[in-house]
């Protein structure tokens, strides 16, 4: 350890100070003309100490002796390295160079460079030359052809065509095709290490809940580089991600920029959290905090301490920064005494505290701050201890409504306003959650901020965190602005401005190559490159049609308006009808096909010459480009009518976890929920009581009109107790009977028997006695939720044994599903009916571990064996807010299912199949229920136009 070698020069004022050395008895002796002699020959000795010290500096440390003891008895090592912590207290880091370097820092030895060959490039900046109000518009960002060259971990070339003879002889090629390619996807909200998946307790490290004042706790001590969803989450496309303690506490913790490399598989030496740092040389340091719902109720304990409101919450934020500012206050007192006296006259060491040493670094502008709040106190707050404390801000997560008060973000300290960490559509979640915007990442960019799109992993799965950004699109973000949100929006607030987010020479060599443009439905890479080193030995590429880049649509642009009930209105340009068994769907002239509604029904599909003659003057007539009329979507699964926001015990039907009860008993009608469904082109939903939480069931499902006012309208509710519902996964097992799966089980089994033997009268035919029987003799499908394939082969079990007693086969359901793949051909046997929710599973939970995630890492998802082996499957929701992206969800089969399903068939995913599942098609009360789109419904540009609901309900946008 060469400490002198490292030493500031002493300053200039030391020379007036008497070397330790000659301290003795005799200076009391000392005249006074003496004294000052000896001080100016003192002085002199001492400056040639000094250059001796100095010159000296190069030639080996000599261990501390008790001679390194200054005159305040205080270890001279100790107080130079204390002025070493001053200069690096001084530090103001700037983002780390990007161009310049020979190798990435990151960049281990024997690793060959690669050359892509004919790409289609998103570069992430605009043409030269683009003024900031066109690029900010847009202009001059393309797609261009190039190819691009990978070396020492960096982006070395990108240019229209590298001959392979002027590049290293051993470089890798790799031909693209054609396909997109950009820089990694970066995510700049993640809990992927600290929150591993599956789910388990002993795993569980985002929030050290011990206190709600945790500056000085950091994600990187508990980063599992195993986690298995941090390969899941690159397989989407992400090489880069910020790790963040969770929001539990309003300070949660230090945060770290992470790559998604891990260990040999994957091109590095160590298996390590150090060695997943994005910049080893750590320019820069993160920090996680949060305000609003969570650390009030996490921590506030009445009369014990707080925070207990959000008026707490801001005291404990201001009680912290008041410490950390005292520290600094020291701290910057310390070393400029030092400097000004000479740090071996100093009476003390300098003051530090490690529980304040972080908040210290972030009020020096050393570290990043990413703080998690939702509403506008909490965002006003917020900001006020900004300009309080002078420390800078650079993104609100979650964020919601953010897009409400722009100018509030403006106030911010340090004039760069926060950007916004946001997801598309998933909202209502909570009280903060309820209001949101689809549209706020428009908004907010419209009003010169900043929207970047985050997956709060496992929150959402980030592997698709690149969907976010397209569904941005699809609400009016610019192209552009969406594909920047998850790539150079990121790196710039990350501070990696200058080595992430483009395919430009200096940059880390970490891209992605597509099957599609990242920004369309279904988007999965073909193979990935972190710092120059393919990630995938064996990827597998879904076949899909080759398809260029999207071409931005500006009519997408436009915030829809609402919606106008009207009962007569012309639409024209359609070409596609994907509505019941007609027999429409060739691709026609669309510039001679319409659709006339009159009193909110359909009259003609077709050139309908009379029809449109005969129509009232005052007939709207809707122009489409590409137009689409397709069935009515229905929500299957989710608590749609019986909830409005998930947290809220007020605003729920509640949990039945003693208790077997109706849907129809709690409908809760013409909330923001249903009306946002109906608007989306949902106008039906089957919703039953939830068992315990979201995704969990029990009790019997009602059939529902999405667009009712009151369950006492006419056809308000369209089929009464569709289902008996349980739940078989984790949450099944209560102390209140059924401690354990094998109970659970058992007492189902123990019920449906009962059921099939007893011949006693019922006299209220609502009791689940009276639904078991119907289960039991056929006529009402049993509906479990389920996702172990291991349960499901007990259920299974269960429904066979029960049949072998009745005789009489059991119309099974399973909704959930994530491992139902595993048992398809014995599912498609029984005749079981699928309802996949998620549609995707990314094993959550224990229970869903073996779920597919599909390519690169897995050939295909659930969905794509079930339907191989016959089983009719369809999507439900396991939250409310995926309501909105039905359509879309059903697109990600239809795109990446290699041609398994039409658009007819992947349509029925959301509609027709959830019937022949729940054995409906006799109750087709609901006839005449269809949207029209511009665009298909399958695909991210696709917005609808007209909902028709049955009985006049007809909904449609202005515009186009
Ligand atoms: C690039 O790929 C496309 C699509 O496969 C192909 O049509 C084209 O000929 C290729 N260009 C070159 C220069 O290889
Ligand atoms: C990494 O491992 C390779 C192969 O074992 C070795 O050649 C290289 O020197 C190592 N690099 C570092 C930095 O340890
Ligand atoms: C009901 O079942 C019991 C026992 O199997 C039998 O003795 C009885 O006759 C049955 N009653 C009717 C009404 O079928
Ligand atoms: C099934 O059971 C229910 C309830 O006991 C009964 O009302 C219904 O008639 C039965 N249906 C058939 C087909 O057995």
């Not at 250059?51 to 005159?71: C, E, F, G, R, Y």
């Not at 530090?352 to 502008?365: D, K, T």
Request: hydrophobic content about 40%; overall charge negative.
């Amino acid at each position: 350890m060469d400490e002198k070698g490292s030493l500031p020069p002493y300053s200039a004022v030391a020379d007036v100070q008497r070397p330790p050395w000659r301290r003795g008895r005799m200076q009391h002796r000392m005249r006074r003309w003496r004294a000052l002699r000896f001080l100016a020959i003192a002085c002199l000795a001492f400056i040639a100490f000094a250059q001796w010290k100095q010159l000296s500096a190069s030639s080996p440390p000599t261990p501390p002796s008790d001679a390194d003891i200054t005159v305040h008895g205080l270890s001279t090592k100790r107080l130079q390295e204390d002025l070493a912590t001053c200069s690096k207290l001084r530090q103001k880091p700037q983002d780390p160079a990007g161009l310049g370097r020979d190798k990435n820092a990151r960049y281990l030895d024997g690793h060959a460079p690669t050359l892509i060959k004919n790409a289609t490039v998103w570069v992430g900046e605009p043409a030269k030359d683009t003024s900031p109000e066109d690029a900010r518009k847009g202009k001059g960002f393309s797609w261009i052809t190039a190819d691009v060259y990978l070396e020492f971990g960096l982006i070395k070339r990108v240019e229209s065509s590298i001959a392979q003879s002027s590049v290293s002889s051993n470089a890798i090629v790799f031909n693209a095709k054609g396909r997109p390619l950009t820089a990694g996807i970066i995510d700049m909200h993640s809990h992927a290490g600290v929150n591993s998946l599956p789910e388990l307790d002993g795993n569980e490290d985002t929030n050290e809940v011990s206190s709600d004042i945790t500056p000085y706790v950091r994600s990187i001590d508990g980063i599992q580089p195993g986690d298995h969803q941090i390969q899941v989450i690159k397989s989407g496309g992400v090489t880069t991600s910020l790790v963040l303690p969770g929001s539990g506490n309003n300070m949660g913790g230090e945060a770290f920029v992470i790559k998604h490399a891990v260990g040999r598989p994957d091109g590095r030496n160590e298996t390590s959290a150090v060695d997943m740092l994005a910049d080893p040389d750590r320019n820069w340091r993160f920090m996680k905090m949060a305000c609003g719902e969570n650390p009030k109720r996490v921590y506030g304990k009445v009369g014990e301490h707080g925070p207990t409101s959000r008026l707490g919450e801001s005291w404990e934020f201001r009680h912290a920064f008041e410490q950390a500012t005292a520290l600094v206050r020291e701290q910057n007192d310390w070393c400029a005494n030092a400097d000004a006296v000479g740090v071996e006259n100093v009476k003390g060491y300098l003051p530090q505290e490690i529980r304040w040493e972080s908040l210290g670094a972030l009020l020096r502008g050393q570290v990043h701050l990413n703080t998690h709040c939702y509403t506008i106190p909490d965002l006003e707050a917020f900001i006020d201890h900004t300009n309080e404390f002078k420390f800078v801000l650079r993104a609100f997560h979650h964020a919601h409504q953010t897009y409400l008060v722009p100018e509030i973000l403006k106030r911010a300290y340090g004039g760069d306003p926060p950007a916004s960490a946001l997801f598309a559509d998933n909202m209502w979640y909570k009280a903060e959650a309820y209001v949101a915007s689809e549209y706020a990442g428009k908004i907010l960019y419209d009003n010169g901020l900043t929207p970047i799109y985050v997956s709060d992993n496992p929150v959402l799965n980030a592997q698709h965190v690149v969907f976010e950004a397209a569904k941005a699109y699809k609400y009016g973000l610019p192209y552009h602005a969406a594909l920047a949100s998850v790539t150079t929006a990121p790196a710039e607030r990350l501070g990696f401005s200058k080595r992430l987010g483009k395919i430009k020479p200096g940059f880390d060599a970490d891209v992605v190559v597509w099957d599609s443009d990242p920004l369309s439905v279904g988007a999965a890479p073909v193979q990935v490159w972190i710092d120059g080193t393919a990630q995938f030995e064996d990827p597998v590429e879904l076949s899909k049609p080759a398809a260029s880049p999207i071409v931005p649509d500006q009519n997408l642009s436009e915030i829809v308006e609402e919606p106008v009930l009207l009962s007569d209105v012309i639409f024209s340009g359609i070409s596609k009808v994907l509505l019941g068994d007609t027999a429409q769907d060739q691709t026609s002239d669309s510039t001679t096909r319409s659709v006339v509604i009159s009193k909110g029904k359909i009259t003609c599909i077709g050139p309908c010459a009379a029809e449109i003659r005969s129509a009232g003057k005052n007939t709207p007539i809707i122009k489409l480009q590409n137009g689409y009329l397709t069935d009515a979507f229905t929500a299957f699964g989710a608590t749609l009518g019986l909830n409005d926001i998930d947290a809220e015990k007020t605003t729920d039907n509640g949990a039945n976890i003693n208790v077997f009860s109706r849907g129809e008993d709690g409908l809760v009608l013409d909330g923001k929920k249903l009306r946002v469904a109906y608007q989306y082109g949902v106008t039906k939903a089957i919703s039953s009581p939830k068992f315990t939480g979201q995704a969990t069931h029990h009790g019997t499902s009602v059939g529902f009109l999405t667009g009712a006012a009151s369950a006492l309208d006419p056809n308000a509710v369209f089929a009464s107790d569709v289902a008996a519902h349980y739940t078989l996964t984790q949450s099944a097992k209560r102390a209140d009977g059924t401690p354990s799966l094998s109970a659970a089980i058992g007492a189902l089994r123990h019920k449906l028997l009962e059921a099939a033997a007893s011949n006693t009268t019922i006299t209220d035919p609502y009791t689940e006695p009276f639904f078991l029987r119907k289960v039991v003799n056929g006529t009402l499908p049993l509906a479990i939720t389920v996702h172990s394939a291991d349960t499901i082969a007990a259920v299974l079990k269960l429904k066979a044994a029960v049949e072998a007693v009745t005789d009489t086969p059991i119309r099974l359901v399973i909704i959930g599903g994530a491992e139902s793949y595993l048992l398809a051909d014995e599912l498609a046997a029984a005749g079981v009916g699928v309802v996949l929710a998620p549609l995707q599973s990314y094993a959550v939970s224990w229970d869903q571990q073996r779920a597919l995630t599909g390519a690169p890492l897995t050939n295909g998802t659930a969905i794509d064996r079930l339907v191989d082996a016959g089983v009719v499957a369809a999507i439900g929701l396991e939250e409310d807010w995926l309501v909105r992206d039905l359509g879309l969800l059903a697109g990600i089969v239809y795109r990446n299912g290699g041609g398994r399903l039409s658009e007819r068939e992947a349509l029925g995913l959301v509609g027709g199949n959830l019937y022949r599942i729940l054995g409906l098609d006799g109750e087709k009360k609901v006839e005449g229920h269809f949207v029209v789109w511009e665009g298909s419904p399958l695909e991210i540009g696709g917005r609808v136009k007209g909902v028709g609901g049955g009985g006049g309900l007809l909904v449609f946008f202005e515009g186009v």
